[in-house]
């Protein structure tokens, strides 16, 4: 549907709207306002595991949309190859994914990352992490991670900046900790289940529950 656009704000001076003293303007340079890691395995030209983790993804029923800087590894692997598992690790785990954050399994390093990145071949070894078998796809799971999506890509485009692709994965099967899920159902508990959050370049948890939407599956009983 069309709609029109309202006209901008005046602001002020000061960077505050001139009809209201609520809000200021900014510019930040990242706009990663609280988004789950994950950790995404593809597989390598050699048949070898690719491990990074990404800040961008989420969820459409049973499709995953994620953002892949478009330089690396992962955005050269899902190209030719698109087969991926999507690991959720939780909030203990974020020095494990932060030991990540610097590689890159480009080599050479691409001219963008040089200085700030170094190549590394074997990334789950760099982590700590140990991968394990998947069940429909190649490249493996991180044995390690409480939830872990096996999917293949169905879309994979470069956004409108051409600074990232867009990938819209397909799940195929979901691995969970057996602790996560509402016994004898097929529900993960969110009571049970936080995910490691990426927030403005920190690393958060979850607090506690605040309440539940009239569609949860899994309401609290207390």
């Known amino acids: 549907m069309d709609t029109l656009s309202p006209a901008p704000p005046t602001v002020s001076g000061h960077g505050k709207h001139a ?3 609520d809000h200021v303007v900014i510019a930040p340079a990242i706009l990663y306002f609280g988004t789950p890691v994950v950790l995404l395995t593809t597989e390598n030209e ?3 595991a690719n491990l990074a983790p990404l800040s961008s993804a989420w969820a ?12 690396g590894q992962t955005a050269h692997n899902l190209r030719r190859r698109p087969e991926l598992v999507v690991n959720l690790p939780a909030p203990t785990q974020w020095p494990q994914v932060e030991r990540l954050a610097p590689l890159t399994g480009r080599d050479p390093v691409p001219e963008s990352k040089r200085g700030t990145f170094r190549f590394e071949r074997d990334k789950f070894a760099a982590a700590g992490l140990r991968p394990e078998p998947s069940e429909l796809v190649r490249p493996p799971r991180v044995a390690e991670c409480p939830l872990q999506l096996e ?8 956004d409108v900046a051409g600074s990232f692709l867009i990938v819209e994965a397909k799940v195929l099967r979901v691995h969970a900790d057996p602790r996560l899920v509402v016994p004898g159902t097929q529900h993960v508990d969110p009571a049970a289940w936080s995910p490691l959050v990426y927030n ?11 309440g539940h939407t009239f569609r949860s599956l899994t309401p609290r009983s207390h």
């Not at 459409?60 to 953002?67: A, K, W």
């Open 151 to 158: 999917a293949r890509a169905a879309r994979v485009q470069a």
């Open 46 to 48: 050699d048949g070898s």
């Open 60 to 71: 459409l029923g049973q499709v995953i949309v994620l953002g892949v800087g478009v330089e």
């Open 200 to 210: 403005f370049r920190h690393y958060y948890g979850l607090g506690p529950e605040l």
């Open 19 to 21: 009809d209201s003293d």
